[in-house]
Nanobody, 121 residues
Framework: QVQLVESGGGLVQPGGSQSLSCAAS????????MGWYRQAPGQQRELVAT???????TYGDFVKGRFTVSRDAHKNTVTLQMRSLQPEDTAVYYC???????????????WGQGTQVTVSS
């Protein structure tokens, strides 16, 4: 089982920047993917950015070069650096981790509790 601890988020003015971090911990796990999703009120949860060791980073279409996702594989952390934030970026941001356990090949997913990002003047 994986535990996720998210940090960052809060209120930021339009055009501003913010950083989110997520730390994963667990016994006998191998993390394959780490990333961020977001969900605005009344909207479906959508991909923000995800990163794997082999495939690199994938971003949602709306990112348009404004966000950067990075991962520390040794610390099992993933960081999302966001800039040029706009009111439409307001949402709850969720950390997601995909992992295997022990020598198994089955993949599991774990989600963080979410952190609110509000972009407003």
């Amino acid at each position: 089982q994986v535990q996720l601890v998210e940090s960052g988020g809060g209120l930021v003015q339009p055009g501003g920047s913010q950083s989110l971090s997520c730390a994963a911990s667990g016994s006998d796990i191998v993390i394959t993917d780490m990333g961020w999703y977001r969900q605005a009120p009344g909207q479906q949860r959508e991909l923000v950015a995800t990163i794997t060791g082999s495939a690199g980073a994938t971003y949602g279409d709306f990112v348009k070069g404004r966000f950067t996702v990075s991962r520390d594989a040794h610390k099992n952390t993933v960081t999302l650096q966001m800039r040029s934030l706009q009111p439409e970026d307001t949402a709850v941001y969720y950390c997601k981790v995909v992992y295997t356990m022990g020598a198994g090949i089955r993949h599991f997913a774990a989600w963080g509790q979410g952190t609110q990002v509000t972009v407003s003047s």
